[in-house]
């Protein structure tokens, strides 16, 4: 059954933005969605509200234990005034199994996807249409329930915010320079890694905020046992040129899976390019790059789609690939993925849903 969602709207609308001037995540539209949970009785409550300040207990667990999930996913419309979602079913699929690990009750996939669809309909008007922009959707769940003792929360909200967006980094599709962690730990197997929650990322700020201190974009993580296997660079998932080979450390419990990575994964096995899904020694890595064989690298995510990496430091080894260039396949494969997410080109994939 079809959620009966209400929907109050802005007494005034704000006035839209610069399109050009868009930046990442600090502007934000007119409404947002909320949906309340209570043990006993469920998710109830469904409605669209203006975009506001809520208001929650001091004692609320998301402020003391951390009971939290996100997802991160766009809109975007095509020059017929289509509004398209990029593969919103493995976002709303993720965001489950991130409330499994966090002990939050699960959501209905089909009444998630319903309410995104309809608060993108409230706010069409604030998705940008210049190149490189969309607009960003961020469902999340919050345990709300007031205690100071460690258990699950028994009442939850789920919202979710728009964010009209440009470019996550300001250089755009260029090359950026990463060093390697050794310091610090992101996640461990048999932690919560694979999972979108607000604790996984504090747990990488120190680390970002030394490599930026640094001159470094963004930071390349090893596992957090052996100190030495290939895990996520920052925001996004990492892949690998080697030898005519695409290499991408595996998912096996400390990696989150990312939409992007898969429909990459899916892209390339598509032109007959070779993709291994395996463990990744920095050692190997190194040697790759000594013998000429590291040919591109890059991140993968929502927010940038494709980041070429130029240049990995690891301790006083660097390692500069394809000259601080955008490799072939990195373009290659950030214009075919955005294509398809702005109707420029055909949908082989079925990876498109359209609002209507």
Not at 10 to 38: C, E, Q, S, V
Not at 79 to 102: C, H, M, T, V, W
Not at 270 to 280: F, K, Q, S, T, Y
Request: proline share 5%.
């Amino acid at each position: 059954m079809a959620l009966n969602i209400t929907v109050q709207k802005a007494a005034k609308l704000k006035d839209k933005p610069d399109w050009n001037k868009l930046g990442f995540g600090r502007i934000f539209t007119d409404h947002m969605f909320i949906m309340d949970y209570t043990e006993g009785k469920g998710w109830h409550d469904p409605r669209i509200v203006p975009y506001g300040p809520i208001s929650l207990d001091p004692a609320a667990v998301i402020f003391h234990y951390g009971q939290e999930v996100f997802e991160g996913m766009k809109a975007y419309k095509n020059e017929a005034g289509e509004i398209r979602l990029f593969r919103p079913e493995k976002n709303i699929q993720r965001l489950n199994i991130s409330n499994d690990r966090l002990c939050i009750p699960q959501l209905d996939e089909a009444d998630v996807m319903q309410a995104i669809e309809e608060l993108v309909n409230v706010e069409k008007d604030w998705i940008p249409t210049l190149e490189g922009t969309s607009l960003y959707i961020r469902p999340f769940v919050i345990g709300t329930e007031a205690f100071l003792g460690v258990h699950p929360s028994h009442n939850y909200m789920f919202m979710i915010i728009l964010s009209p967006v440009g470019a996550y980094y300001p250089e755009g599709v260029a090359p950026v320079k990463i060093y390697i962690e050794t310091k610090y730990v992101r996640a461990v197997k048999g932690g919560t890694g694979f999972t979108k929650t607000s604790g996984n990322y504090a747990a990488s700020l120190k680390s970002q905020v030394e490599a930026q201190a640094q001159g470094f974009t963004q930071v390349l993580w090893l596992d957090g046992v052996h100190r030495k296997y290939i895990e996520e660079v920052g925001t996004m998932n990492v892949m690998f040129k080697i030898d005519g080979k695409f290499v991408t450390p595996a998912l096996e419990g400390s990696i989150l899976g990312g939409v992007t990575r898969n429909s990459v994964i899916e892209m390339l096995r598509h032109w007959g390019c070779a993709v291994e899904e395996r463990e990744l020694s920095i050692d190997e890595l190194y040697e790759a790059h000594k013998a000429g064989k590291l040919e591109e690298a890059f991140g993968t995510g929502t927010a940038a789609v494709i980041s070429p990496i130029g240049e990995i430091v690891w301790g006083d080894k660097n390692m500069l690939i394809n000259d601080f260039k955008t490799g072939p396949y990195a373009q290659k494969l950030y214009d075919s993925i955005t294509d398809i997410q702005n109707g420029r080109a055909a949908d082989p994939f079925g990876w498109v849903r359209i609002v209507k």
